[in-house]
């Protein structure tokens, strides 16, 4: 008992306390006044109020387990680590996050996937942080010609950032099938999965402002199809069109547009969307596939997801960082003639191959048939967004199983329609 | 020029070799560097008080490595040697009779190499120990001895150094400038992949007394000494490379001739970055050792391939547009006989041995003079395909480009008469949908000559 | 995460292993060493791999203003301008100003505009040079007179050709 415990309490009588602990006969015991004395007549006794205040209501307690985790308090980081968690009541959330488990089991891998385009997103910001130095959205060819013909390294930056953003995608693809396959949107899990769906149609969006920006042909003549499609779309269409364009026709006010949307708007908005995402998945913790599920306890083997699991992820990340620099020297982005609004279209011209599912259908449905290719491409989001409020149970009934067979179709589907695209 | 070229859609035939070739090296440092793993594995279980555990996970390791190097191995190394000879049949003719010797010995190393893996694998628990660590070092010295051999003449082909087609001097250029550097840099790579195969195999390891992380930190020391050393040998190695090629190295960061010759930097690039990969994902299993599963351990093993990949197609970009440096070019033709006075200008269908025997002029004449004159480096639409390359041509100025090719970039000189030039020029234009008999290409070149020398004027010729 | 923690998670997680095999302290101390020297190496060539991006972001060379020519054309001071002694104006040449003046015993002389105290370009006041930005003062000579500017202005070649003028870099200018 220390001498600030006995202010903080005068009810406690100070000789009772030492005679408690110490009836040691080897030590003389302490004369009243002597003890008196240490109580100190001089100082006025702070009263207990201003005491509790003084012990400070403003800090934490640290809670004994974070005690114990903590390098020791005469160490630096000791110090620093107590200082940090007298101020910030989150140990529960250290403590959460150190106990979080990540299950072990033969799809393992596919649970990769997510962290994969969380990379990628990481490579995009780089990349596009310094891809935004020397473009410039009034002088948008000839600003990427500079980066590609005379800044060092300039041409790999871009090239990455093409190779990244479709990886990127790509990986988003691959993700949503196999989280439709291991049927992770079941309750609980609808929000994840709705604001995953989410993040994949930013991304495309990301994909459709950013491939304008370069102002080549390709891009150019990509983005006024792209966008006279959405023309064709009944009523809002033109209105939308228009908007989108800033005007009847892209040009160069329509970068003006797609810049701020490429650089700051979608960006946030992928972030906000993408910060949800994880929450969720944090919260309510990686799912299960059934086959795991059913295991008897025993059997379960988990990662702990602090460090075992992260670290496993570092390599992964490291080969595809490797990856992206590999792929941009065998195949490096070049850069088409500048953008001539009155030339011809080149030929062979195509949208990217994550818009050639609709691309495709408006070639299969031509002139009074298009809006039923319209239509029919827009029941594919239609679709994902609705199966977690249809396939629900947990084993697996009638309904698990159509969505499975529908989901194995569609991928099918998508695939053929998009090579068909690609190659025709 | 001497037999029908070897033409492969859209890679063509040198990515082949490339693809082929680039499985290979990673497999064929791995089976040198993993010899050395075995002896000094074998060494380190005496000294520990579980060697017997220790030494079963080697003996797992010595089985992945049995198969994945010979059975892989010896598949990519014949398939290097069936891709080679069709891609560039002069060029593996030379370097077969430059350097017989030298295959002579690196043969019967090979199959030294391969008795001893035998007698190691199939010996265990059942040799004495000092027989196993025997045969275990002595196998590392065998198989380090074929590198020996093989860098010589794989670094001939860029710095030939005091070899001359005259001189034909082999020990000049066994033993060339690059030499060195190189053998040091492979030395120093093949102890770094035989670290990464340990940790492949420890990462099925159960984690139990501590084996696994003793294990794990023992094979990621293995890429210390690349660590160390790399960056100062590869300085070495680039101040021994052709002073063009350095240049160009060099000056590649930015888009150098419309973006194209800066893909060698950029190979170079890719292999400094996967080597810090390597270092930095080393690092990470030195601090938790035991988080290595076994994603982890493939992806570093990716991460190594691509590492090769880039430093190899480097190397090979290096050597463009020659297949021996300064001496033989990529599609076969001699330096010293295309310098010969009367040379370039014979019909070039003619110096071929394998004549297809067409009717000048016709379309079937400026194809086959594309795929043998051409078709070695360039494929039609692919991967260094023509068809990019040649948006701006018109039939006319094709058929004037093709004549001082050599001096407007990396092409080596052409060989043939104004008959083959416009052959290709019309084939060319074919290639992009347009129909221009070669005839008219010739008659025009002909009109546009006496139009030229009439007026006087000079005019830049259009690249 | 500090290279202390690391060597503390090291040191914590390699406890079972010692423990089992003879926890001997010397093994631990020697791989936190090691750990050092790797995690030093790493940084070394990360910085390595980093260096493309701090090439594409290292300073470029900014434009000659006197081109090949070796001179640059006088914007927006005629010859007449500059006719009077003692008259003079502010110009441009290249993406830089100048300041061309006459002096009152009729000598033509040009400066570099930017001032050399902290680069703001100086005005030409009638019988002075005078800095806005601090109050610096330079005379016709382009020597620093009064204020804070530490140096004289950059002297220019200014020649006239064709009815316009120009500027080049001086001799002096030259030799350096």
Redo the contacts between chains.
């Keep these: 008992m220390t001498v600030d415990d006995t202010r903080r309490d005068p009810g406690i009588p100070v000789a009772a306390g030492r005679e408690e602990r110490s009836p040691d006969p080897r030590f003389v015991p302490i004369p009243p006044e002597a003890e008196e004395r240490s109580s100190d007549p001089r100082f006025v006794p702070i009263p207990p109020e201003a005491e509790e205040r003084f012990s400070d209501s403003r800090f934490v307690t640290i809670p004994p387990e974070a005690e114990e985790a903590l390098p020791p308090a005469d160490t630096v980081t000791g110090k620093l680590g107590r200082a940090f968690f007298r101020r910030l009541p989150v140990w529960p959330l250290v403590e959460f996050l150190s106990k979080k488990k990540v299950p072990r089991h033969r799809h393992s891998f596919w649970y990769t996937i997510g962290s994969m385009a969380l990379f990628f997103l990481v490579v995009q910001i780089v990349t596009g942080v310094l891809l935004m130095v020397y473009y410039s959205p009034s002088q948008p060819w000839s600003s990427v010609q500079r980066i590609v013909m005379e800044i060092p390294f300039g041409g790999l930056l871009r090239s990455i950032h093409h190779w990244s953003a479709n990886l990127m995608l790509l990986a988003l693809f691959v993700h949503l099938f196999s989280t439709f396959f291991m049927k992770a949107y079941r309750p609980p899990r609808e929000l994840t999965w709705l604001t995953g769906l989410a993040l994949l149609g930013t991304t495309m969006f990301l994909g459709f402002s950013g491939y304008l920006l370069p102002w080549d042909d390709l891009s150019f003549f990509a983005t006024r199809v792209g966008i006279s499609e959405l023309e064709k779309m009944p009523l809002l269409g033109t209105w939308i069109a228009g908007l989108a364009r800033g005007g009847p026709d892209v040009t160069v006010d329509t970068i003006g547009r797609f810049y701020p949307l490429h650089v700051v708007v979608l960006p946030l908005l992928l972030l906000a969307v993408l910060s949800v995402h994880l929450f969720f998945v944090q919260v309510q913790g990686v799912s299960e596939p059934d086959s795991f599920r059913a295991l008897p306890p025993e059997q379960k083997r988990y990662h702990r997801f602090f460090s075992e699991y992260l670290v496993n992820e570092i390599p992964i990340w490291m080969a595809l960082a490797a990856l992206l620099v590999a792929l941009s020297a065998l195949f490096p982005r070049v850069l088409a003639p500048e953008a001539d609004p009155a030339a011809a279209a080149p030929e062979g011209i195509k949208p990217e191959w994550y818009f050639m599912v609709p691309f495709q259908m408006l070639k299969l449905f031509p002139g009074s048939l298009e809006l039923l290719g319209m239509a029919l491409t827009g029941l594919i989001p239609v679709l994902f967004l609705v199966v977690p409020f249809v396939d629900r149970s947990v084993p697996a009934d009638r309904r698990g199983r159509v969505a499975t067979r529908v989901g194995v179709a569609f991928l099918v589907y998508l695939v053929a329609m998009t090579v068909w695209g690609m190659v025709s | 020029m001497n037999y029908p070229v070897w033409d492969v859609p859209f890679l063509g035939a040198g990515m082949v070799v490339a693809i082929i070739a680039i499985i290979h090296v990673l497999i064929s440092h791995f089976a040198i560097g993993g010899g050395a793993l075995l002896f000094v594995a074998e060494l380190w279980s005496d000294r520990?008080?579980?060697g017997e555990r220790i030494r079963e996970w080697l003996h797992k390791y010595a089985t992945f490595f049995l198969v994945y190097t010979t059975v892989f191995g010896a598949m990519t190394g014949v398939g290097i040697w069936f891709s080679i000879q069709l891609a560039s049949p002069e060029g593996t003719s030379l370097l077969i009779h430059q350097f017989v010797f030298a295959w002579a010995i690196e043969w019967v190393l090979f199959l030294v190499e391969l008795t001893l893996l035998y007698l190691y694998y199939y010996g265990w628990r059942k040799n004495s120990r000092r027989l196993q660590v025997a045969l275990a070092g002595l196998y590392f010295v065998i198989a380090w001895g074929s590198l020996f051999v093989i860098n010589g003449i794989l670094t001939f082909m860029l710095t030939p150094g005091g070899w001359t087609i005259e001189n034909r001097d082999m020990a000049a250029g066994f033993f060339n400038p690059g030499y060195l550097p190189s053998l040091l840099i492979r030395t120093l790579v093949m102890f770094l992949v035989a670290g990464l195969g340990g940790l492949l195999v420890a990462a099925r390891l159960e984690e139990e007394?501590?084996?696994k992380?003793?294990i794990v930190?023992f094979c990621s020391?293995w890429v210390?000494p690349a660590?160390?050393l790399l960056?100062g040998l590869s300085y070495w190695y680039w101040k021994t490379l052709p002073s063009n090629t350095a240049r160009l190295m060099a000056a590649g960061?930015?888009?150098l001739g419309?973006?194209r010759l800066?893909?060698m930097t950029?190979?170079a690039?890719?292999a400094?970055?996967?080597?810090?990969?390597l270092?930095?994902?080393?690092?990470?299993?030195?601090?938790?050792?035991?988080?290595?599963?076994v994603?982890?351990?493939m992806?570093?093993f990716?991460?190594a391939q691509?590492?090769f990949?880039?430093g190899e197609?480097a190397r090979e970009l290096a050597r463009k547009p020659y297949v021996i440096y300064d001496t033989l070019y990529s599609n076969s033709l001699w330096k010293h006989k295309a310098a010969e006075a009367g040379y370039r200008q014979q019909p070039y269908l003619s110096l071929t041995r394998w004549d297809p025997d067409v009717v000048p002029l016709t379309p079937q004449h400026g194809e086959w003079a594309f795929r043998l004159q051409c078709a070695s480096c360039h494929t039609r639409s692919g991967y260094r395909g023509i068809i990019?390359r040649t948006e701006s041509w018109t039939p006319l100025s094709g058929f004037k480009w093709l004549e001082t090719m050599d001096q407007q970039g990396v092409p080596p000189p052409f060989v043939g008469t104004a008959e083959d030039r416009a052959a290709i020029s019309s084939y060319i234009q074919s290639l992009h949908g347009k129909n221009v008999g070669a005839a008219e290409i010739l008659a025009e070149a002909q009109a546009d000559g006496r139009r030229r020398s009439d007026g006087g004027e000079t005019r830049e010729v259009m690249p | 995460m500090t290279d202390a923690d690391k060597a503390g998670e090291v040191r914590r997680s390699s406890g079972v292993a010692q423990n089992e095999v003879g926890g001997r302290q010397g093994v631990d101390r020697g791989r936190r060493r090691f750990l050092w020297v790797t995690g030093g190496l790493g940084l070394a060539w990360l910085g390595l791999a980093a260096y493309p991006i701090y090439r594409y972001l290292a300073p470029r060379p900014a434009p000659d203003p006197f081109g090949e020519e070796g001179r640059a054309l006088v914007k927006k001071v005629s010859p007449a301008d500059v006719a009077a002694p003692g008259s003079g104006a502010n110009g441009s040449y290249g993406q830089r100003g100048c300041i061309v003046l006459r002096t009152p015993e009729g000598e033509l002389r040009a400066f570099d505009s930017k001032c050399t105290h902290a680069g703001c370009n100086v005005n030409f006041a009638g019988d002075r040079i005078f800095c806005h930005c601090h109050g610096g003062m330079y005379d016709f000579g382009g020597k620093n007179v009064a204020g804070p500017p530490p140096r004289p202005l950059t002297p220019l070649r200014v020649f006239e050709e064709n009815g316009v003028l120009y500027v080049a870099p001086t001799d002096r200018k030259q030799e350096g």
């Design positions: 520990q008080p579980d007394g501590g084996l992380e003793r930190v020391r210390l660590a160390l960056p960061a930015t888009g419309g973006g800066e893909v950029l190979f690039v890719a400094g970055v996967a080597g810090t990969l270092v930095l994902g080393s690092l990470l299993y030195q601090v938790r050792p035991r988080a290595l599963g994603a982890g351990a992806a570093l990716v991460v691509i590492g990949l880039g197609f990019p």
